[in-house]
């Protein structure tokens, strides 16, 4: 059963993408107003606090810090989050507080089961046996979303810590606090501190426990980290001692599940994007709890194990189509994905690294690859006809550790999503070109509404003025199409 369950594609591995309810309205509108904006939530993402505190930002990062604020308040607005709301379901336990997901290919076979047709659904899910249908959506994984709440968590953390150091107002640490208080700490609310019952593979008693594969439903830690690193450094007068005491405890004893239990452990062991977004997960716990030589520890096992076999010296990625030498990637259909996906990884890893003082850059596998390397073969593989734009925020990654003498990775950029510097990772990813985006197009905005102008005043050095929140939007809607990967 064990090796069957670790054929698993991954749900999670999909980028999200939030559809916020409200009209889209781009004329001035009040604040409290949330408009119809999506937004892609990037597959990985290690955000250094000294940088957001540093305020030390280049002007052309002005829109970019405007989308981050509306993020914010967007998703405030959906918020907060628990495992205990919406939840029609509970584990096998029968206790709300842990945290449920389905494994979402997986299917009931009633054929041996003969009185089908007189079984209620609740009778299925427990009396036929479960098998793996490749590709296949399980419709019923959407009746539980302990796994999208988590994912707007870690979003709404991120965003709000920058939002706050952007902005000003005190709104955003106090969003986090109570989003925080609720999700981890709140008897009420919380959530205990384990996956037991992640990617369930639902079936007859006995069979009711979460795979390995469902540690990754968690991968959003790297960004709850970054956000929460920005408020405790920047003393944000809501981020209590008592929150974070609070946060810290919660976060050990998850750590000693994550580095104890079978079901994570057989998550360390995964040797394709798996284990890599493990090792970012634990390595930002581990900086959370203020373990930082155990976080290096962790990253530097990543890159001297796993890390060393998952790269050709051509960029191509072993699992996604060398399917002899990795055949638990036999099922995968979607390389373009699986590639890009495993480089979000791949890089938080080696961003965390840098902010740990051990530079894993320049690193090589065993057979001569390197994130470099890799980033080259995935731009330059035919894309998924669903235009895939995961690999974007990976380019820009890229591009602000090696430079880009020849404007490769701008014109890649400028091609296929114009309006890149409007996106938050182009805020962090510095310095990066914006191929005259800003310059262009922000003048050219009409709103006088107040927020993104970071420390640069109203008037930025390169002529790029405060853009209002509504025409942002209304920018925004228009590069949609293009972020927008799959509406599962
Ligand atoms: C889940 O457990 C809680 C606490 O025992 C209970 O109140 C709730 O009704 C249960 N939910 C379902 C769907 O059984
Ligand atoms: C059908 O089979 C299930 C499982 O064996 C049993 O629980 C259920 O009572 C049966 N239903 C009928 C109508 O016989
Ligand atoms: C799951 O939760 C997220 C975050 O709240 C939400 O955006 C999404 O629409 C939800 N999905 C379903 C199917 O309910
Ligand atoms: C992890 O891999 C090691 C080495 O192959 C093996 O000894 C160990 O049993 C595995 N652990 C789990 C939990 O799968
Ligand atoms: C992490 O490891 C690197 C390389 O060994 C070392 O230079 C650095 O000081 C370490 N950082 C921490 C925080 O221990
Ligand atoms: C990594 O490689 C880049 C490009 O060759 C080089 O500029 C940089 O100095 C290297 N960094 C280290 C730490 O070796
Ligand atoms: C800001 O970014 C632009 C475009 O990459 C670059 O030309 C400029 O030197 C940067 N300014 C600073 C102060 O880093
Ligand atoms: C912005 O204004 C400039 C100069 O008038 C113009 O060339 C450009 O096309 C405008 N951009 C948009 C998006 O309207
Ligand atoms: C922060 O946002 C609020 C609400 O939109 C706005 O009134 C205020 O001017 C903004 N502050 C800054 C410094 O941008």
Redesign the pocket.
């Known amino acids: 059963m064990r090796a069957t369950t670790a054929l698993l594609p991954l749900l999670s591995g999909l980028p999200a993408v939030l559809s916020l309810s409200g009209s889209l309205d781009t004329r001035a509108s009040t604040a409290s107003q949330p408009m119809n904006l999506q937004f892609n939530s990037y597959d990985n993402a290690w955000v250094d606090p000294q940088y957001v505190l540093s305020k030390n930002w280049n002007d052309t990062t002005v829109v970019a810090q405007q989308t981050i604020v509306e993020w914010a308040d967007n998703l405030n607005a959906q918020g907060p989050w628990s495992v205990t709301t919406s939840k029609p379901f509970n584990a096998s336990s029968g206790d709300p507080h842990d945290y449920l997901s389905w494994a979402p290919y997986w299917f009931p076979d009633c054929s041996n089961v003969h009185n089908t047709t007189a079984l209620t659904d609740e009778q299925i899910w427990v009396t036929c046996p479960y098998v793996s249908k490749d590709g296949q959506f399980n419709p019923d994984r959407l009746l539980v979303n302990n796994t999208g709440a988590f994912d707007a968590l870690s979003n709404a953390v991120l965003y709000n810590s920058m939002a706050w150091v952007i902005n000003g107002s005190s709104t955003y640490p106090e969003q986090v606090a109570t989003q925080i208080k609720t999700w981890f700490l709140d008897d009420a609310t919380r959530m205990n501190p384990n996956l037991n019952y992640a990617q369930v593979i639902r079936g007859p008693p006995g069979s009711q426990f979460g795979s390995h594969t469902g540690v990754l439903d968690l991968k959003g830690m790297a960004k709850l980290t970054s956000g929460i690193l920005i408020l405790r450094q920047g003393k944000a007068p809501a981020w209590t001692s008592d929150i974070d005491t609070g946060l810290v405890a919660w976060a050990n004893t998850y750590i000693q599940w994550l580095t104890t239990s079978d079901i994570a452990l057989g998550e360390a062991n995964s040797t394709n994007n798996h284990g890599s977004y493990y090792y970012n997960q634990l390595a930002s716990l581990q900086i959370l709890v203020n373990d930082l030589t155990g976080a290096n520890a962790t990253v530097q096992k990543y890159f001297s194990t796993l890390y060393q076999n998952q790269i050709l010296a051509s960029g191509e990625q072993v699992c996604p189509l060398l399917r002899a030498a990795c055949p638990l990637e036999a099922v995968r259909t979607r390389p373009y994905h699986y590639r890009s996906y495993n480089l979000a990884a791949m890089i938080t890893n080696a961003r965390i690294g840098a902010y740990l003082g051990f ?1 894993a ?2 690193l090589t596998t065993a057979t001569g690859g390197t994130i470099h390397a890799a980033l080259d073969f995935a731009l330059a593989a035919k894309p998924d006809p669903d235009g895939l734009s995961e690999p974007y925020q990976s380019a820009g990654a890229v591009a602000s550790v ?1 430079g880009d003498a020849q404007g490769k990775y701008a014109a890649f950029l400028a091609q296929n999503e114009p309006a890149y510097p409007k996106e938050p990772w182009f805020f962090w990813y510095q310095p990066l070109s914006d191929s005259g985006w800003v310059r262009a197009n922000v003048g050219n905005t009409t709103s006088t509404s107040s927020g993104g102008g970071g420390s640069s005043g109203t008037q930025s050095k390169n002529g790029a003025a405060r853009v209002g929140v509504c025409t942002l939007a209304a920018v925004a809607a228009g590069v949609v199409g293009s972020l927008v990967a799959f509406l599962v």
């Open positions: 530079d850059w320049n090696y």
